[in-house]
Nanobody, 118 residues
Framework: QVRLVESGGGLVQAGGSLTLSCLDS??????MGWYRQAPGKQRELVAA???????IYADHVKGRFTISRDNAKNTMYLQMNSLKPEDTAVYYC??????????????WGQGTQVTVSS
């Protein structure tokens, strides 16, 4: 079955960098992305990438974060630079798998904690 496993989270000082990885089970996904959820906040989109490499970014991370996808390694990455305390959240990998019905099947990873200290 499809699995998404995030890694790379941790504690970093403001201004520092982290790279998150999402290892998938080898499925051919349409769109993949990163979401995050901070305490007391709803889950929000951080960045997304299509199977053709087209990317979108939330305004609050544009210019600081870079999403990429290595299909040969079944891995999606989120390079996070210039981290701010407000980036502190659990980051979730998201993937959408086309089905024969024409609808995407949505999958989520377990999340990885990113904590940015001031």
């Amino acid at each position: 079955q499809v699995r998404l496993v995030e890694s790379g989270g941790g504690l970093v000082q403001a201004g520092g960098s982290l790279t998150l990885s999402c290892l998938d089970s080898g499925s051919f996904f349409n769109t993949m992305g990163w979401y995050r959820q901070a305490p007391g906040k709803q889950r929000e989109l951080v960045a997304a990438i299509t199977n053709s490499g087209r990317t979108i970014y939330a305004d609050h991370v544009k210019g600081r974060f870079t999403i990429s996808r290595d299909n040969a390694k079944n891995t999606m990455y989120l390079q996070m630079n210039s981290l701010k305390p407000e980036d502190t959240a659990v980051y979730y990998c998201n993937a959408n798998l086309p089905t024969t019905t024409g609808r995407n099947q949505v999958f989520w990873g377990q999340g990885t904690q990113v904590t940015v200290s001031s």
